[in-house]
């Protein structure tokens, strides 16, 4: 429960103005403070006629909002394929890393299908040396459907549990780049028909409503499942979290709270709201 405490140190600043707030009784303060985390002004209108800026009240209401995109990811399917989309970044690559730890009972192994950054597939490499997880990484500047096709027999002749692919950090808005992860997608149902088993975006929740139309895009061309949201141990932006599940109707499957393999955490929005508006 670690990372818990992590997000709660994260959060003091904002969790502080909340206090601050709340002490006041000043409904205009609260508004203001819940604007500027990125929450949106219709929903921030809603939560303060709802809750008449009661705290108790006010986390309750959060709290209602959050809970459905509590999900865990069902490892039914031997492998269970997982392509792994976001803009550069957003610690797409770290958090492949940190996936692949969090699993790696699992016999977890990595496509590296970013072939337009060599950069990218370096730090694949280093990380899958960290952390002692299998890499398939293109050969020959291979294009991105072939890396993965080739990952995918490796995973059904190897007893791979997971396979992890990783894709180009691309902005929803760059069609080229959206039409390689569309075949990313197809040739990954050719080898497995019933995989991806989910398509997670990964979002950078510092850049607030930027990351909410960056998940609009992915989301009407690949299919996304579900999101995992990076660097929300130090943002101002927090509450970009609550449109995202509100509009997109997608589950929240962990949360980044730093740097480090073991920097990750399940979603859970009681320790969500705890963490941002004090116990």
């Known amino acids: 429960m670690w990372p818990w405490k992590k997000l709660k140190q994260g959060f003091k600043r904002l969790r502080e103005k909340f206090a601050h707030a709340f002490k006041s009784g000043d409904t205009d303060e609260l508004e203001e403070i819940l604007i500027e985390a990125d929450i949106g002004v219709e929903t921030t209108m809603e939560f303060i006629q709802a809750s008449r800026g009661r705290p108790e009240k006010l986390k309750e209401i959060i709290t209602s909002v959050l809970e459905p995109a509590e999900k865990e990811i069902a490892f ?57 997880t299998d890499l398939v990484s293109s050969t020959q500047r291979q294009d991105a ?12 002749s190897g007893g791979y549990g997971v396979v992890l692919v990783d894709t180009a950090g691309r902005l929803h808005t760059r069609k080229d780049l959206m039409a390689e992860a569309e075949k990313i997608h197809r040739v990954i149902k050719k080898v497995i028909p019933d995989a991806p088993h989910e398509v997670i975006l990964v979002l950078d929740a510092s850049t607030g409503q930027n990351g909410l139309r960056q998940a609009q895009g992915f989301k009407e061309h690949i299919d996304v499942t579900g999101v995992i949201l990076t660097k929300m141990d130090g943002t101002s932006k927090a509450g970009i979290i609550i449109p995202i599940v509100k509009q997109l109707k997608l589950p929240i499957y962990f949360i980044g709270l730093g740097e480090k393999a073991d920097d990750i955490a399940a979603f859970a929005a009681s320790n969500f709201v705890s963490a941002l508006l004090g116990e």
């Open 76 to 132: 039914t399917a031997h492998p269970t394929v997982i392509m792994i989309a976001g803009t550069n970044g957003s610690g797409k690559t770290t958090t492949i890393a940190k996936l692949a730890t969090l699993w790696r009972e699992k016999k977890v192994l990595i496509a590296a299908c970013d072939t337009y950054r060599d950069a990218a597939g370096l730090q694949l490499e280093r990380w899958a040396k960290t952390t002692n």
């Open 145 to 156: 459907g072939a890396v993965v096709y080739d990952a995918l027999h490796k995973a059904l």
